[in-house]
Antibody, heavy 121, light 109 residues
C-alpha cells in the first residue's frame, strides 16, 4: 500500500526557517519522484518543488526559488523541504505527492495528508 | 506561461444530474499532459483523470475527461452525493513546469 506521510509543520515567525519531512512507503522510492505542492487556506493548489530520484535535478517554483531547498535520503525513503526566509504568504498546507512516471514531471497519483505551516508574528 | 482557467467557479446541481466542468489553457498543451483532481474538505486531492481522458484504477466510470489543444472537459455523467467537492485541472510539461486551475466548486442544489 502506497503511503506518504508529511511532518514538521507548525507556527513560525516571518523570516525564520522550518524543515518539512515526507516519509514514503509501498513503492520504489529510488525510481519515482516526489513533489511538494501547497495550498493556502481557502485557496487552490500551487506546485512548489521536485527533485529527481537520483538527486541530480531540482526544480522550484519562482515563488520559492532561492528560499526553499529540496533534498532526499534514499536510504530512509524520505524527502525534505528546507524553508528559509519564510513569509506570510508561505502559510499553507504542504503536501508531498508521488509522480508515477519516470522522466519529466507528470501527474500525482498518491498524496500525503499534508502538514500545516503557519507564518505569523 | 501557461495559465489554466476553470469554469464555472461554482456549479450547483442535484444528485443524478450531469456535470460538465471546463478547463481552458492560455496556450495549446498536449492532451497527454492534462490531469483532473477531486478535493473534499480537509482531504488531500484525489487523482481522477490523467492524460486528459485516462482513469486510474478505482475511479468510477461516471467520471470522464476529454479535450485537446486549449479546451478540456471533465464530465460526471450522473452525480452521486459523494461527488460534491472541488475539482482542479493540472497541466504538466509546460512552462512553468506544473500549474493548476483555480478550481470549480460543485455544490448540491
Amino acid at each position: 500500500q502506497i503511503q506518504l506521510v508529511e511532518s514538521g509543520g507548525g507556527v513560525v515567525q516571518p523570516g525564520r526557517s522550518l524543515r518539512l519531512s515526507c516519509v514514503a512507503s509501498g513503492f520504489t522510492f529510488t525510481r519515482d519522484a516526489v513533489h511538494w505542492v501547497r495550498q493556502a487556506p481557502g485557496k487552490g493548489l500551487e506546485w512548489v518543488a521536485v527533485m529527481s530520484p537520483d538527486g541530480g535535478i531540482k526544480i522550484y517554483a519562482d515563488s520559492v526559488k532561492g528560499r526553499f531547498t529540496i533534498s532526499r535520503d534514499n536510504s530512509k525513503n524520505m524527502q525534505f523541504l528546507e524553508m528559509n526566509s519564510l513569509r506570510d504568504d508561505d502559510t499553507a498546507v504542504y503536501y508531498c505527492a508521488r509522480d508515477p512516471i519516470t522522466g519529466p514531471p507528470d501527474y500525482f497519483d498518491y498524496w500525503g495528508q499534508g502538514t500545516l505551516v503557519t507564518v505569523s508574528s | 506561461e501557461i495559465v489554466l482557467t476553470q469554469s464555472p467557479g461554482t456549479l450547483s446541481l442535484s444528485p443524478g444530474e450531469r456535470a460538465t466542468l471546463s478547463c481552458r489553457a492560455s496556450q495549446s498543451i498536449s492532451s497527454t499532459y492534462l490531469a483532473w483532481y477531486q478535493q473534499k474538505p480537509g482531504q488531500a486531492p484525489r487523482l481522477l483523470i490523467y492524460g486528459a481522458s485516462s482513469r486510474p484504477t478505482g475511479i468510477p466510470d461516471r467520471f470522464s475527461g476529454s479535450g485537446s489543444g486549449t479546451d478540456f472537459t471533465l464530465t460526471i455523467s450522473r452525480l452521486e452525493p459523494e461527488d460534491f467537492a472541488v475539482y482542479y485541472c493540472q497541466q504538466y510539461g509546460g512552462s512553468p513546469l506544473i500549474t493548476f486551475g483555480q478550481g470549480t466548486r460543485l455544490e448540491i442544489k
